[in-house]
């Protein structure tokens, strides 16, 4: 016997055996039972959700001498002759068939009485593909059917159907199967090959059925001959699915803000031939995933994933803000419907995974809202800490500059604020600093003592207010000092939050009477250095005495500057020109 794949093999013959449909198969029990069966029917829904099997069926048991339960009995004459195949129950697949010529023939014949039954049959699958003169030609039969005649017309696209036909049918509405039924007919088909099974697989296989039995039993067929025991690895494997552990690995990273590692894995998954459309897919419902542990309490049973695989996506869970998750996987999705337009799907996946993990860079509300929760986090992770080191908790440290960023790269993460920025303010508050007195004596730029050079990138990392430091640092300090109180007269003052801004991230020093404020970037040192900034500035500062100040470009300049004034030191009695 040639071999039969587990689909037609285990094709129900009888409505008992159906998997879900109740509603259709309760109306049509009924109506064989009181006789009272129409002429024409439109089955409609997702494939592979019963609709042929039924029809089938159907056919089957208007034409049975004694019908049991609405279900053919599969023993008469009538029904053996028909399971033989007979001229009453004829299939037409209108894909294949869709013309007008077919349709004048299928006129013709209906004519002709049954042979073995009461009535003639005519399953026409997939109708929506009928050109518009066959449905024409169809329409006339279904309009003057012969008594003998039922038609059921099958159709995933119901909405391509004519008017005219629809509503000469009796329309029935086939659902998707839930997963729960899928899982209990395939754990059935299994015990009954006396294949063995894992319950996780069984339920991946159902997954990934998405509602369709016939879908989902042609995936277990590549499952079971696999290999000799049906696990969770075998279906992953057949199915396709990337490692979870490295895709976890990149949802972690992703949804925890680290992009260097989120990039890093997303390429080690490429580099292994992975499709990037096949990866997306593994996201999102790893995505999915951590979203139903994070929100639902019996998230273990309703995963259904093996232990281990499901204390790793608890633990994506726990350590990720609700809004990240939600935040990435509409990011995702949304990158997934562009991705049949994009020429590099892969650059759009880059891109992609790049956004999700660096909601800082971006200022939609969503991101926003996956900043503040972090934020929220951190705060109450503090507040819940014990009183430790107070230094490190202290209030506004001297004008850090580089210390509101992230990471080290100021340059690529400006962005020029609309409004006016509300973190500034913990920076630049008028809250004493925790102990070196800032502000009076020192404001005045006096003695630029060479022996130290001010560098311009120290004062990021050396916020300790040292009024005990060596006399260089002193000065220093001065610096800092004149550049910490112009910010707080600037903040009252000034209503522009661009330029606040903008100046919140300098670092300052003296080279000679002047006060020198230097950035890390280009855009920064042209804007300030325009002259409606300038002009605010300079009012600013004399305003708090400082009388002359310049802005900028950090740079190889200052390092030849520092070279010129070692060189003095070293060479102090000999007189050193540069040109
Ligand atoms: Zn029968």
Known sequence: MSHLSLYRRFRPETFDKIVRQEHVVRILKNQIASGAVGHAYLFTGPRGTGKTTIARIFARAVNCEHP?????????????????GS?????????????VNEMRDLREKVQYPPVTGRYKVYIVDEVHMLTDAAFNALLKTLEEPPAHA??????TEPQKIPATILSRCMRLDFKLIPEEDLEKHLSGI????GKPYDREAVAAIARAGAGSD?????IAEACVVYADRLTYDAVCAVLGAADFHETAKLVRAMLTGDHTASIAALEGILAEGKAVGVLLKDILQLLNRVTVAKTCKNAEKLLALPGRLFSVVKEIADAAEGSAVLRATE???????ELRFVSSPRIALETAVLRVSRPEAERDVSALLVRIDKLERELAELKSAPVSAPVSAAPAPAPAPAATQTDGSADDDWQFPTEEPVFAEAYFSDEPLPAAPLPAPSVQPKTPAPAVKAEPSAPAAQTVPAATAEDGKTENMTAEGAYGKFMRTLRKTSRSGVLFTMCSDLAA??????????TDSDTICAALNREEHRKIMADVFAQIGVSSFEVKRRGAAPAARDAVEELKNNFRDYPVEIK
Not at 87 to 99: F, H
Not at 214 to 218: A, E, G, H, N, P
């Open 509 to 518: 020093c003296y080279e000679g009477e002047t006060l020198v404020l230097y």
């Open 331 to 337: 990011i995702l999705i949304r990158t997934e419907n």
């Open 87 to 99: 001229l009453d129950i004829v299939e037409i697949d209108a894909a294949s068939n869709n013309g």
């Open 190 to 193: 299994l015990d009954e090959i």
């Open 68 to 84: 049991s339960d609405g279900s053919p009995c599969g023993t008469c004459p009538v029904c053996r002759a028909l399971s033989e």
């Open 214 to 218: 016939r879908d989902m039993l042609s």
């Open 150 to 155: 039922i038609f059921i017309l099958a159709t």
